[in-house]
């Protein structure tokens, strides 16, 4: 399935492999499709839309951050998460050239279910945030 994007170009993608998002990404609601597009050295990857060729987000693997989240019960249901390994997680991230640093959204996780490849958006309150979410490494996160 060939896509056109704003950064690549055209792609051609795997319609197999497409993350569905029912509910759309909180502030872009319209995009349901995206695709995931490694990026160089596959540490940070591209989440394009596919339906709209100017919306992509940079995401990594929290681990990156050493980062853990503990996700609720209801959420997976959500989710239709059966097994533990059904669930992929990653951060949106924002890239600040000028301090440069890299600073991931660490209270909205992307939550897949990879059996099903559907996905939301896990917006986290702060009681969430306090309970949900643990730093393996406190030096590699605040360096």
């Given amino acids: 399935m060939?896509?056109?994007?704003?950064?690549?170009?055209?792609?051609?993608?795997?319609?197999?492999?497409i993350l569905?998002?029912?509910r759309g990404i909180p502030g872009f609601e319209y995009a349901k499709k995206y695709s995931l597009i490694?990026?160089?050295?596959?540490?940070f990857n591209w989440l394009q839309a596919v339906d709209d060729p100017d919306l992509a987000f940079i995401v990594c693997d929290p681990a990156?951050?050493?980062?853990t989240y503990i996700v609720p019960k209801s959420i997976?249901?959500?989710?239709?998460?059966?097994?533990?390994?059904?669930?992929?997680?990653l951060l949106i991230v924002k890239v600040d050239r000028t301090a440069q640093k890299v600073i991931p959204h660490v209270q909205a996780p992307l939550l897949f279910n990879?059996?099903?490849?559907?996905?939301?958006?896990?917006?986290?309150?702060?009681?969430?945030?306090?309970?949900?979410?643990?730093?393996i490494?406190?030096?590699k996160v605040a360096g």
């Fill in 20 to 22: 569905l998002f029912p």
């Fill in 2 to 17: 060939l896509i056109r994007t704003s950064r690549f170009g055209e792609l051609d993608i795997d319609p197999e492999k």
């Fill in 64 to 67: 990156m951050f050493s980062l």
């Fill in 76 to 89: 997976l249901e959500t989710l239709g998460i059966k097994k533990e390994d059904d669930l992929a997680i």
């Fill in 38 to 43: 490694e990026y160089k050295d596959g540490r």
């Fill in 137 to 139: 490494d406190e030096e």
């Fill in 114 to 135: 990879t059996a099903t490849r559907e996905g939301i958006q896990w917006v986290l309150d702060k009681n969430e945030l306090e309970s949900s979410v643990s730093v």
